[in-house]
């Protein structure tokens, strides 16, 4: 049910002297509710948990058969400039890169990124504090205390295929952040984007001899060559079933016996879900049990496998091990 202070009441059509609003809006408020946030330069945080409703009605109904042209037409006019490039929504919305979650968007969620523009501001302030944002940012630390904590057990090299590496912001946190025993590792990315490796080969500029590149689609990459640990960050959220278990057996044997592979999936219990869906960002979503049972179908051992979660709960990643003989 949508709710707001009486003090905050927008719309006097409706009864002020009630703090509940009707529990199944009409379509003129669901643009009302739109236009009154756009014309205060987007919401405030005590905006933020009726836009959050508002969002999950908003996302039903475009989600609908009664959604047509005449109405997207309208949603788009009344969002305006709120909805286009200058904020981190447009960007997922209107994905000038050709593809959902490209390597610009998330680099802004890893950095925070809020428009300097005071006008479209508060629409990225309140993007960033979603669970989901926050979940993407935490990958930089999940994937860092793992590699720190493997330093700390061997005085080897280690070798990481990186898949998918994007901007390669988790690659410069890792870089910056270990020091000088960060000399030992060796990062091989697979990025199909020209663009998204010339942006992380800037990034990590200081740290080039330690990475290297390979433009080229993860299903077509074929190398005989084993790591330590196959870290896909976020690419199996884009993957179907038949896919997913496809590119699992694949990096098997992109893995030594004894190295891991572990594999970040958006959990289907998601509460940002309903604001992905409504800037046009899909994902094939799951749950433990899904990436358990998906895992198995496989031919992987359930007792080499455990799901863990970074601390929103909302990116889960499955640990395998590689528990074959060199």
């Given at each position: ?88 929504q447009g960007f997922i919305f209107h994905k000038p890169h050709g593809y959902a979650g490209d390597f610009e968007v998330l680099d802004k969620l890893y950095t925070n990124h809020l428009c300097a523009d005071s006008r479209y501001q508060r629409w990225d302030e309140f993007l960033q ?198």
């Amino acid at each position: 049910m949508l709710t707001s202070p009486v003090s905050d009441y927008p719309f006097p059509k409706y009864n002020r002297t009630l703090t509940l609003k009707p529990a199944k809006p009409n379509r003129e408020y669901l643009f009302d509710y739109l236009s009154y946030l756009v014309k205060k330069n987007g919401p405030s945080k005590k905006d933020y948990h009726e836009l959050n409703e508002w969002i999950i009605e908003m996302s039903n109904w475009t989600g609908s058969p009664e959604w047509d042209q005449d109405l997207q037409s309208r949603f788009l006019s009344t969002w305006g400039e709120a909805i286009s490039t200058k904020t981190i929504q447009g960007f997922i919305f209107h994905k000038p890169h050709g593809y959902a979650g490209d390597f610009e968007v998330l680099d802004k969620l890893y950095t925070n990124h809020l428009c300097a523009d005071s006008r479209y501001q508060r629409w990225d302030e309140f993007l960033q504090s979603q669970a989901g944002a926050a979940a993407v940012r935490n990958r930089k630390k999940y994937i860092r205390n793992i590699i720190t904590k493997k330093l700390s057990r061997t005085n080897k090299p280690i070798n990481i295929l990186n898949i998918g590496s994007g901007s390669g912001r988790d690659m410069f946190d890792i870089f910056t952040a270990i020091g000088d025993e960060s000399n030992r590792i060796h990062f091989v990315c697979i990025e199909q984007d020209q663009d998204a490796i010339d942006f992380a080969s800037r990034l990590c500029e200081k740290f080039i001899d330690r990475i290297s590149f390979h433009k080229v689609n993860v299903i077509k990459y074929n190398q005989n060559i084993q790591h330590d640990i196959v870290w896909a960050a976020g690419i199996f959220d884009y993957f179907s079933d038949r896919l997913f278990c496809r590119m699992l057996k694949k990096m098997l044997y992109f893995t030594k016996p004894g190295g891991e592979i572990i594999v970040g999936n958006f959990s289907n219990t998601n509460p940002t879900r309903f604001y992905m869906r409504l800037v046009r960002w899909f994902l094939h979503s799951r749950s433990s049990q899904q990436l358990y049972s998906l895992a198995q179908s496989c031919g992987i051992s359930r007792i080499n496998m455990k799901v863990k979660r970074e601390k929103t709960g909302v990116n889960l990643f499955l640990h395998i091990q590689n528990k074959k003989k060199a």
